[in-house]
């Protein structure tokens, strides 16, 4: 009778340190994978080789979206020379919006603050502003060049409604360091950091 006690007495302590081993390795906090930057190089955004349209682009899939799509909710943000419409308001059905973010590090801005306000398009008016200044871009009227306004960039609310942010690298095919009159222009090189999680973290 005293070994049967002492078997039970086993018995339980081993499926009590079985279930805690158990408990141990299911409470970990799973290890996040940090956010890196999908770089889209030379994306022709040309209306004159796209009888007008806009070149579309999901942010969540990292590819482009048929135009025959455009009035869908495939596509997050669109381009046409230099014009960018975001999937919502006017341009599209989805939850979309957009703010331009100035004068911060894209590397560096890690949150969408509290009281960011997105907007959504309605034309003339778009949530990217347009013109030279107004928005993520400079025109050099001397030279005619369109730059890249260092520290501004887009922060956007995905079709979907989740959050991006996104920088334009360059407006000429190719990103050539240093454009010229001869380069080739409408031609967007941006990199974006898309969060799956629905987070206005980055």
């Not at 959504?120 to 949530?127: E, G, K, M, V």
Request: net charge negative; aromatic share 14%; glycine share 6%.
């Amino acid at each position: 009778m005293r070994n049967k006690s002492a078997l039970a007495v086993s018995y339980f302590f081993a499926m009590t340190m079985i279930i805690a081993s158990s408990c141990k390795k299911d409470d970990k906090p799973e290890e996040e994978i940090p956010l890196t930057a999908t770089e889209v190089k030379s994306f022709a955004a040309d209306p004159t080789a796209n009888d007008n349209h806009y070149a579309f682009y999901s942010l969540e899939t990292g590819k482009e979206i048929a135009v025959s799509d455009s009035a869908s909710s495939k596509w997050d943000i669109a381009f046409r020379s230099t014009t960018i419409i975001t999937n919502g308001g006017a341009s599209g059905p989805g939850a979309g919006g957009a703010f331009v973010q100035r004068a911060t590090s894209f590397d560096s801005y890690a949150a969408i603050a509290a009281d960011s306000a997105f907007h959504t398009d309605n034309a003339p008016a778009y949530a990217v502003p347009t013109g030279s200044g107004n928005g993520w871009y400079n025109y050099d009227f001397t030279t005619n060049i369109i730059s890249s306004i260092p520290g501004n960039f887009i922060v956007l609310r995905t079709a979907s409604g989740k959050y991006a942010k996104l920088e334009i690298l360059s407006y000429y095919k190719g990103a050539p360091a240093t454009p010229v009159a001869d380069d080739v222009a409408r031609y967007y090189t941006f990199r974006f950091i898309y969060q799956p999680d629905g987070s206005k973290s980055f």
